[in-house]
């Protein structure tokens, strides 16, 4: 069902990542143009992505007519696989973005607690930038997920990926300008514009704005999940290096001097988290995913690595069980990572007030 009117107007707000989710939402990959050799090796790393969050919260895994069997055949049986149509599987950016309200004002005959923003979809960039030229089937995605659900839908003209956007649920957002000010989005608009706008969906007060997102992160433009994330409030990862001869240099200490001198909502001082001298927290690394008591998190067969990689996700959520996914490769070559390939539906916040 559609609503009228702005979410955060109406009590809505969208919960940080480590809130308690219902379940997680990803999709079936297996478009040849983009997963090599017949999307194989990216289902299995799918499955295994899926399977480990399965273990903390429950996963729909949605799949085409054409790829259903193959998926249920390939699938747990815990994880729910259903039928719908994608041009890709990008869930984080052409799902919806769910919202939750913990004061309940009137919606007329129903109180809704949870609801998803529908947000617009351009295949990151248009005609001439995007990434492929037909998305039609992605701008359904977000609709098709909250029917399923039988949830109330806010639709969207903003242009909108779900990757370019963290927020620390306390109403910080966090953003690259690079992406979200590129003029392939919402040309139109003013970055004031673009903030009002989220302000009225997102339910957020204040903003911090990176200039640039991840070196080489051209198919999205810079999208904030793979350059930086929230693990509490007043506290953030930051890709980095250390190597002044690395392209990413000059993005990470632009980036950390941002952070260091921001507040977020409440006012509390941005605490960055950059790696110890001599190490680099990838882009890969970074774009993990928050299930209930866990962090699913790519590893790629380097044990250096992928050990520092997950001390450093074992010291900033110290009451999760970091899990790694070996062969997580697969999908950065597609373009993306973890946290790209899912979307957290949040449970019914405990402290909804209920009325009547």
Not at 338 to 343: E, L, N, V
Request: proline share 5%; hydrophobic share 35%.
């Amino acid at each position: 069902m559609e609503i009228k009117g702005k979410a955060a107007l109406l009590g809505y707000h969208m919960p940080a990542e480590w809130e308690t989710h219902s379940q997680c939402w990803m999709g079936w990959p297996e478009r040849p143009d983009n997963w090599r050799d017949g999307a194989v090796p990216g289902q299995n790393a799918f499955v295994r992505v899926a399977t480990a969050i399965s273990k903390f919260e429950h996963v729909t895994m949605c799949a085409s007519a054409a790829q259903w069997s193959n998926a249920r055949s390939k699938i747990p049986e815990n994880i729910r696989v259903v039928e719908m149509s994608m041009n890709d599987s990008w869930f984080r950016d052409i799902g919806p973005t769910f919202v939750v309200r913990d004061k309940a004002p009137s919606l007329g005959d129903q109180e809704h607690e949870v609801a998803g923003i529908d947000w617009n979809f351009n295949s990151w960039g248009g005609i001439d930038d995007g990434c492929y030229r037909d998305w039609s089937l992605d701008l359904l995605v977000a609709r098709k997920i909250l029917d399923i659900e039988n949830l109330p839908r806010f639709p969207q003209s903003l242009i909108l990926e779900g990757g370019s956007i963290h927020v620390d649920g306390e109403g910080t957002c966090l953003t690259t300008e690079e992406c979200l000010l590129n003029k392939n989005r919402n040309p139109h608009l003013t970055k004031e514009q673009v903030e009002d706008g989220l302000k009225m969906y997102l339910g957020v007060r204040k903003f911090i704005w990176l200039p640039r997102g991840l070196f080489g992160d051209d198919d999205t433009n810079g999208h904030i999940d793979n350059m930086c994330c929230f693990a509490k409030p007043g506290v953030v990862l930051l890709a980095w290096t250390d190597d002044e001869t690395d392209p990413q240099y000059e993005r990470s200490i632009e980036a950390f001097s941002v952070l260091s001198n921001a507040t977020d909502a409440t006012g509390q001082d941005g605490e960055a988290k950059p790696r110890p001298a001599g190490t680099r927290l990838a882009a890969s690394y970074v774009n993990f995913y928050i299930a209930n008591k866990g962090v699913i998190a790519p590893a790629f067969g380097d044990e250096t690595w992928d050990n520092e990689a997950y001390d450093v996700l074992s010291s900033a959520f110290p009451d999760h069980e970091v899990v790694m996914i070996e062969g997580a490769r697969e999908i950065c070559l597609a373009g993306g990572n973890i946290h790209c390939i899912t979307q957290q539906q949040p449970a019914i916040p405990s402290t909804v007030v209920k009325h009547g």
